[in-house]
């Protein structure tokens, strides 16, 4: 049966989006981990961001096996994390990718997918963020999410999707949870693309101007990752930290004020 | 011909930001999120000559917001001068490019208060490209499974407002190359002998290694050459003392066969050598050979005969008693053995040369008596002046001051 509704704490979708926004060339992919309410509420508390074998930039998938095996290394990692804060055990409840230049609306291919992990979880549901979505004539831009899961098609044998309402939850602070899966983005880049240039460079048929060159849009790549990703990310976290320190001055003084106050009356 | 191009640049994390801080907005009152933009400006000109067009200028006039400074609304109400310079005062002006509102339900299109805040705004910060950045959360399905944001950037002038494109900065933008995989086919053969231009670079690493390599081998062996000669030059120099000094044993030898006191290295208390510190090893050195300006100058006629008669003659000292008309006698004699060479100092006891078969025995220590020790270094001055290569020992010095 499917689920009633998904609330997804605001933290957590800052990760989602930091992550769909991080490029708009390839499609990017995670996992939500969270817990499933007698209510068939799935509550998403973090999510962890995955590491592509395969970059395209209209498709993103991961193999049940691959989500098998990541699905138990986010429990084991996760879920005691998660678990101690929120007293209750958590597990992977979801996942989600990026529409870079793309609908939101899931495609077939989502959609299949969706219904394969379904098999094994029928709670299990699906994230789409839309980014990168201009108006060329009102020069607006746009950003899109929806969550959804799949079903039996009444005709044929295919799959559909079904609408799945999701509520953003409020979350004054950052958790720690998610922190740390926000600051993983640089350091999975950097893996993706060492695991790609090893497989390039074991190649033995490669002349050496191939390799040199090969060698050279390495090290491009991973300057482009650092100025794009990882020196902004960088920055937003100083400056948050810079805010942070300013608000509790600011509260601070509030409270020798209010306190003041008090005292007078 | 010129085209003006602006746009707004901001950095997915200060986008997801700005969307964090709705979500955490007050969701009771509604209330719409608002705050400042720090970052920077920048205009740039391109002047594009091509065949078909001339003088194609482009200026890019790129803003680009680093942050989002989320203000609290209950400290900020409608953007009075005031309290944009308090807001303001944790900032620098300059870094201020823009200033950002979230509401909802709203279309994107600026209201009469926000063109009020943005003009105070700009005069304060004393920027007139000052940016407005409209974010317009909705939802696009009645269930609530879709929702979209819209972001709008409006550059106000004059009451009349201009939208901006905004863009995302991300790894997309900066182009990644992607990688060869099949290798460039090429059939000239000089391109295929570049295919070993690895190779020769890295022999060439190797080669410029083992170069260095050797270059430190030879300054190492260069120093202990060096070492190693300063030290032959040191055996050297002590070999020829102590040849030298084997030299002079023989010459005082030769010249004093029965000078036993110019032979030891040691004197007793009184003055007297010790016999057990005489040099009696014979050095096999042919003094007619080596040393023959000793028998022209010192051997007389009366020495020649002696030498003839007896082989190496032995000098002696003259006991005291036997010298009462010694002084002038000597005299005579080494003038007329050596000239003007010899100094003689005095007429003290060891001065007094007398053949050794007058007078043998008289190698009795208890008649030496008392020497002259100037008249004795003297006399080896003279000797060493025949001996012409001999440096004076300084031991023998020692032993007679």
Redesign the interface.
């Known amino acids: 049966m499917a689920v009633s509704a998904v609330h997804l704490e ?2 957590a ?2 990760v989602c ?2 992550h ?7 499609e990017v992919m995670g996992l939500c981990i969270g817990e499933v309410d007698t209510n068939r509420i799935v509550h998403i508390h973090s999510v962890i961001i995955l590491r592509r074998s395969d970059k395209r930039k209209d498709r993103v998938e991961i193999s049940p096996e691959q989500l098998s095996s990541a699905a138990t290394e986010a429990e084991i990692s996760f879920s005691y994390r998660l678990a101690d804060m929120t007293g209750r055990p958590m597990r992977v409840v979801g996942w989600y990718h990026s529409h ?1 230049h793309i609908t ?1 609306w899931p495609s077939h291919v989502d959609v299949r997918t969706q219904a394969m992990y379904q098999m094994m979880d029928q709670g299990f549901v699906g994230l789409i963020f839309s ?2 979505i ?1 108006d060329k004539n ?11 899961q799949s079903v039996q098609a009444q005709k044929g044998s295919e799959y559909e999707r079904i ?10 602070a ?1 958790g720690k949870v998610c922190l740390e899966s926000a600051v993983e983005l640089p350091r999975i ?1 950097c893996q993706e693309e060492q695991d ?2 090893r497989k ?1 460079h074991s ?1 033995t ?10 060698g050279s ?2 090290t ?2 991973l300057c ?2 650092m ?3 990882s020196g ?2 960088l ?2 976290l100083e ?2 930290l810079e ?1 942070n320190r ?1 608000s509790v001055i ?1 509260l601070q003084l509030d409270k020798e004020r209010l306190t003041q106050e008090l005292a007078t009356m | 011909m010129a085209d003006l191009n602006s746009s707004v640049r901001i950095s997915g994390f200060v986008l997801g930001s700005l969307m964090f801080h709705h979500f955490n907005s007050d969701f009771n009152s509604d209330s719409d999120v608002e705050g400042l933009i720090p970052g920077e400006s920048k205009a740039e000109a391109r002047s594009n000559i091509t065949d078909s067009q001339i003088d194609n200028i482009q200026f890019e006039h790129t803003i680009s917001g680093s942050s989002a400074v989320h203000l609290n609304h209950h400290n900020y109400r409608g953007g009075e001068p005031n309290e944009v310079r308090h807001l303001l005062s944790n900032y620098k002006e300059e870094n201020v490019i823009g200033w950002y509102k979230q509401q909802r339900y709203t279309d994107q299109q600026i209201t009469f208060r926000e063109q009020v805040i943005h003009e105070n705004l700009k005069r304060a910060v004393s920027n007139q490209e000052l940016m407005f950045l409209l974010l317009t959360p909705s939802e696009v399905t009645s269930s609530g499974s879709t929702h979209k944001l819209g972001v709008c950037s409006l550059q106000i002038t004059f009451s009349q407002s201009c939208s901006v494109p905004v863009r995302v900065s991300n790894l997309g933008l900066l182009e990644q190359q992607d990688y060869w995989r099949p290798s460039a086919s090429c059939s000239s053969v000089n391109y295929n002998r570049v295919s070993s231009l690895r190779t020769v670079s890295e022999r060439k690493q190797e080669q410029k290694k083992s170069m260095t390599n050797f270059c430190c081998s030879i300054y190492q062996f260069l120093i202990c050459y060096f070492i190693l000669l300063l030290s032959v030059k040191h055996v050297l120099l002590t070999l020829s003392q102590s040849q030298e000094t084997v030299l002079l044993c023989e010459a005082i030898k030769t010249l004093f066969p029965g000078a036993a006191l110019l032979q030891t290295q040691a004197l007793t208390f009184q003055g007297f050598p010790v016999p057990e510190f005489c040099c009696n090893t014979d050095h096999g050195i042919d003094i007619t050979t080596t040393l023959p300006l000793i028998l022209t100058h010192t051997v007389p006629k009366a020495r020649k005969g002696r030498l003839g008669r007896g082989g190496g003659t032995s000098w002696r000292k003259r006991p005291l008693w036997e010298s009462s008309d010694t002084p002038k006698r000597r005299k005579n004699m080494l003038e007329e053995t050596e000239g003007s060479s010899l100094s003689v100092s005095g007429s003290e006891t060891e001065d007094d040369l007398i053949p050794a078969n007058q007078n043998r025995n008289n190698l009795d220590m208890s008649n030496r008596g008392q020497k002259c020790t100037t008249q004795i270094i003297t006399l080896h001055k003279s000797v060493w002046s025949i001996g012409k290569s001999v440096t004076f020992p300084s031991q023998l010095l020692k032993t007679y001051i």
Not at chain 1, 20 to 26: N, R
Not at chain 1, 138 to 148: A, E, I, N, P, S
Not at chain 1, 163 to 172: A, F, L, N, S
Not at chain 1, 205 to 213: F, M, N, R, Y
């Open positions: 605001s933290d979708f800052l989006m930091n769909a926004l991080s490029t708009e060339k390839e870079p939101v980014c990168f201009e009102t020069k607006t831009g746009r950003v899109l999410y929806t969550c959804f609408e799945i309402p999701i509520h953003v939850v409020p979350h004054e950052i880049l790609t240039y390039i190649l048929h490669l002349d050496p101007i191939t390799k040199i060159h090969n849009v390495f491009k790549n482009s990752q100025s794009a990703v902004p990310l920055q937003w400056d948050r805010q300013q600011e």
